[in-house]
């Protein structure tokens, strides 16, 4: 089946740092979309982004379809950031494996 | 409104219990899903749902029995569980089948 390979898996960061997010998937998932899960589980649509580039404030994404990956910009990183985050191929109804962010105050 | 609420939050249930989870959104999507997630995994996908009529079910024990009453309404039916079957419980609705998911809350199960 498809596999979605998400890095790194773990990153702690002090506030008011940037980072990128990879996902990573082994066949086309199509309708890609990033979540983030808040410490009481609910996932937050962040972007739903099949191709192409879009930004939302202090987060941006771009995704390469035909080289099979995406990516989320996080900058000036705040402590409400903290969480895990998700991309998922909606298309095919497959998450990635997630990245655990810690950011410290 | 972007929301799917879900309901109850929290639930207990012995293994001989019978219980139903209730999700509900009003944005007029035509598709709904129920994903388990367990603790430090991804969301997995258990049913689909698409203009009321179940789509995929991705070989999920009869044990859970989803039930689409109308467009806006989802409901999962638990029956003699297993505490494994302890977990996150996920609503979602999409316009259409596969594209942008809006999920709900949750409901977190505890079977004993």
């Known amino acids: 089946g498809i596999q979605v390979e998400q890095s790194p898996p773990d990153l702690i960061l002090q506030e008011g740092a940037n980072s990128t997010l990879r996902c990573n998937f082994s066949?086309?998932?199509?309708?890609l979309q990033w979540f983030h899960q808040n410490p009481w589980g609910q996932l937050i649509n962040l972007f739903y982004?099949?191709?192409g580039t879009k930004q939302n404030g202090r987060l941006s994404a771009t995704t390469v379809a035909t080289e099979r990956y995406s990516l989320l910009y996080i900058s000036s990183s705040q402590t409400t950031d903290s969480g895990v985050y998700f991309c998922a191929g909606t298309y095919k109804y497959i998450f990635g494996t997630g990245t655990r962010l810690k950011v410290l105050a | 409104d972007t929301e799917v609420t879900q309901t109850p939050k929290h639930l207990v249930m012995g293994m001989t219990n019978k219980k139903s989870l209730k999700c509900e959104q009003h944005m007029g999507h035509r598709a709904m899903y129920w994903y388990k997630q367990k603790a430090k995994k991804p969301p997995e996908l258990m049913f689909v749902?698409?203009?009321?009529?179940?789509?995929i079910n991705e070989s999920v024990p009869s044990r859970f029995s989803p039930e689409c009453p109308n467009s806006s309404l989802l409901n999962l039916h638990l029956h003699a569980l297993q505490p494994e079957d302890s977990a996150l419980y996920l609503c979602a609705s999409s316009q259409g089948q596969g594209v942008e998911q809006y999920f709900g809350p949750g409901t977190r199960l505890t079977v004993t």
């Open positions: 066949d086309s998932v199509n309708n």
């Open positions: 982004i099949p191709s």
């Open positions: 749902y698409s203009y009321e009529k179940l789509s």
